[in-house]
């Protein structure tokens, strides 16, 4: 069975950095664009992150950019998020997504994604 387990989340305080992974097993997802999803308290789920199956395409949002970096594995199954300068606003659970076609992550919906982790930034 395909599954994403998220796991790196954690309470930081603003300005911090923390890293996230995001564990793929059941099939190899080496062929699938891969990325990250979040969503705050009281807020719908907004796209952070995409990266394209080769690993040489990424797209962030603007919100994000200069700060995240989005990187992959493919020997490991692993998609990661290295976040730094990290804000309030920042706050909430972060999925990894899955799905065999780039615009999808961005724009969902996706076919695969994680349980979540709890990413907690406080100021």
């Known amino acids: 069975q395909e599954q994403l387990v998220e796991s790196g989340g954690g309470l930081v305080q603003a300005g911090g950095s923390l890293r996230l992974s995001c564990a793929a097993s059941?099939?190899?997802?080496?062929?699938?664009?891969m990325g990250w999803i979040r969503q705050g308290p009281g807020k719908e789920r907004e796209f952070v992150a995409a990266?394209?199956?080769?690993?040489?395409?990424?797209q962030y949002a603007d919100s994000v950019k200069g700060r995240f970096t989005i990187s992959r594995d493919h020997a490991k199954n692993t998609v990661y998020l290295q976040m730094r300068s990290l804000k309030p606003e920042d706050t909430g659970v972060y999925y990894c997504?899955?799905?065999?076609?780039?615009?999808?992550?961005?724009?969902?919906?996706?076919?695969?994604w994680g349980q979540g982790t709890q990413v907690t930034v406080s100021a």
């Open positions: 997504a899955a799905d065999r076609m780039f615009r999808a992550i961005v724009a969902g919906p996706y076919e695969y």
């Open positions: 059941g099939r190899t997802f080496s062929s699938y664009a």
């Open positions: 990266i394209s199956w080769s690993g040489g395409s990424t």
